[in-house]
Nanobody, 113 residues
Framework: VQLQASGGGLVQAGGSLRLSCAAS????????MGWYRQGPGKQRELVAF???????YYADFVKGRFTISRDNVKNTIYLKMDSLKPEDTAVYYC????????WGQGTLVTVSS
């Protein structure tokens, strides 16, 4: 499975961004897709994921601000990020779980105060 992430950028605090992650290749076995992030000097942390049946999980620090969605026809997931905070600044990595976990290349989100 190959993953192509996009949508990062620079935004002011309180603003919004939408990340996308498109899957290609051996996609038939994909069940869960989601996002991790790694901020400056921090460990990588799970942000959100969505299962094929649309069950979702959100980390406490993004609940009510971020929304994950999935287009099974386009094999793409989206992460709509609202009310962004400077502490959301990180490289965001998408992943897909099939028989193995695959990772996207990361997209940088920078939130200025």
């Amino acid at each position: 499975v190959q993953l192509q992430a996009s949508g990062g950028g620079l935004v002011q605090a309180g603003g919004s961004l939408r990340l996308s992650c498109a899957a290609s290749g051996s996609i038939s076995g994909i069940n869960t897709m989601g996002w991790y992030r790694q901020g400056p000097g921090k460990q990588r942390e799970l942000v959100a994921f969505i299962r094929y049946g649309a069950n979702t999980y959100y980390a406490d620090f993004v609940k009510g601000r971020f929304t994950i969605s999935r287009d099974n026809v386009k094999n793409t997931i989206y992460l709509k990020m609202d009310s962004l905070k400077p502490e959301d600044t990180a490289v965001y990595y998408c992943f897909a779980d099939a028989y193995l976990r695959s990772w996207g290349q990361g997209t940088l989100v920078t939130v200025s105060s």
